[in-house]
Antibody
Framework: QLQLQESGPGLVKPSETLSLTCTVS??????????WGWIRQPPGKGLEWVGS???????YYNPSLKSRVTISVDTSKKQFSLRVTSVSASDSAVYHC???????????WGQGTLVTVSS | QSALTQPRSVSGSPGQSVTISCTGT?????????VSWYQQHPGKTPKLMIY???NRPSGVPDRFSGSKSVNTASLTISGLQAEDESDYYC??????????FGGGTKLIVL
């Protein structure tokens, strides 16, 4: 059964870089059938797609975040990662990693990790 | 890109039917048959309920159904049960490998 687990610091200072990793078990990030992505949810608010990556390394980002976001994949470690630069309080959120079907919809989600941006 | 528009809340009594709308544009909801719906209980991970407008994943009760007309998608829950009380989010493919979510709807079972 597919499992996705996010890991990374829960507290990041303003203007610094947020870095998270998603470890995939029970499935392969090298599969040509799926995309792998990040979705965030500020406390008490709605969901926002951050971006996605294909096993080949092709990346796709939310236009509103594109200048600050990088997603990468390490197939040997069965992981994919998220970096968000120059963070501010508005980047505070629960960050979920997810497997997406054809990048059309997230079908499996990690439990999420809360990242707070504060000095 | 703007978030898809959902009502803040809807309510219904047990046994009744409720419909949650999700309004977008011809560039997202209206342009593709890739609308999905998620159920999220407080503090929990979103659960896929409907994909490709009207398809149900295995294990999702047939009380949940989806449809679309022009730029508005809908999730209908029939035979409402107490356990259906939750937040519901729609999502749509928006072209160029991008996704949009709705703002979410709180379903209240009276």
């Amino acid at each position: 059964q597919l499992q996705l687990q996010e890991s990374g610091p829960g507290l990041v200072k303003p203007s610094e870089t947020l870095s998270l990793t998603c470890t995939v078990s029970g499935g392969s990030v090298s599969s040509s059938s799926y995309y792998w992505g990040w979705i965030r949810q500020p406390p008490g608010k709605g969901l926002e797609w951050v971006g996605s990556i294909y096993y080949s390394g092709s990346t796709y980002y939310n236009p509103s975040l594109k200048s600050r976001v990088t997603i990468s994949v390490d197939t040997s470690k069965k992981q994919f990662s998220l970096r968000v630069t120059s963070v501010s309080a508005s980047d505070s959120a629960v960050y979920h990693c997810a497997r997406l079907s054809g990048n059309y919809f997230p079908e499996s989600w990690g439990q999420g990790t809360l990242v707070t941006v504060s000095s | 890109q703007s978030a898809l528009t959902q009502p803040r809340s809807v309510s219904g009594s047990p046994g009744q039917s409720v419909t949650i709308s999700c309004t977008g544009t011809s560039s997202d909801v209206g342009g593709y048959n890739y609308v999905s719906w998620y159920q999220q209980h407080p503090g929990k991970t979103p659960k896929l309920m409907i994909y490709d407008v009207s398809n149900r994943p295995s294990g999702v009760p047939d009380r949940f159904s989806g449809s679309k007309s022009v730029n508005t998608a809908s999730l209908t829950i029939s035979g409402l049960q107490a356990e259906d009380e939750s937040d519901y989010y729609c999502a749509s493919y928006a072209g160029s490998y991008t996704l949009l979510f709705g703002g979410g709807t709180k379903l209240i079972v009276l």
